[in-house]
C-alpha cells in the first residue's frame, strides 16, 4: 500500500523560503515529482526526479527551487528560496513507478501518476 504524505507547507512573505517534505511509505522507485494548483487553474508540474536522481524543473521555478530525495529515509524534499505571491497554491507529492519522469512533469501531465498525498498549503503574502 503506497502512502504519501506531505509537509513544510505554511505562510511566507515575498522574498523568503520554505522546504516541503513528502514521506513515502510502500514506494521506493520511479519518478517522484511536486505539483501545484492555484485556485480556479490547472494542476501544473513542478519539479521532478527521477530514479537515477536527475531533476527537473519548470522554467517559472528553475533557479529558485531545488527537488532532492533521501533515498534511505524515503523522503522527497522540495527547497523553496525566493518566494513570489505566484507561488501560492496546494503543492501536491506524487509518484508512479513507469512514468518518463521529464516530460510527465514538464508537460504537468499529471493524470499519468497514479500515486499523491493530500497536499500542503502554500501562500506567499
Known amino acids: 500500500h503506497v502512502q504519501l504524505v506531505e509537509s513544510g507547507g505554511g505562510l511566507v512573505q515575498p522574498g523568503g523560503s520554505l522546504r516541503l517534505s513528502c514521506t513515502a511509505s510502500?514506494?521506493?522507485?520511479?519518478?517522484m515529482a511536486w505539483f501545484r494548483q492555484a485556485p480556479g487553474k490547472e494542476r501544473e508540474g513542478v519539479a521532478g526526479i527521477d530514479e537515477g536522481g536527475s531533476p527537473y524543473y519548470v522554467d517559472s521555478v528553475k533557479g529558485r527551487f531545488t527537488i532532492s530525495k533521501d533515498s534511505v529515509k524515503n523522503i522527497l524534499h522540495l527547497e523553496m528560496n525566493s518566494l513570489k505571491r505566484e507561488d501560492t497554491a496546494m503543492y501536491y507529492c506524487?509518484?508512479?513507478?513507469?512514468?518518463?519522469?521529464?516530460?510527465?512533469?514538464?508537460?504537468?501531465?499529471?493524470?499519468?501518476?497514479?500515486?499523491w498525498g493530500p497536499g500542503t498549503q502554500v501562500t506567499v503574502s
Open positions: 510502500g514506494y521506493s522507485r520511479g519518478c
Open positions: 506524487a509518484a508512479d513507478l513507469s512514468l518518463a519522469c521529464r516530460p510527465a512533469v514538464l508537460h504537468s501531465d499529471y493524470y499519468f501518476f497514479n500515486y
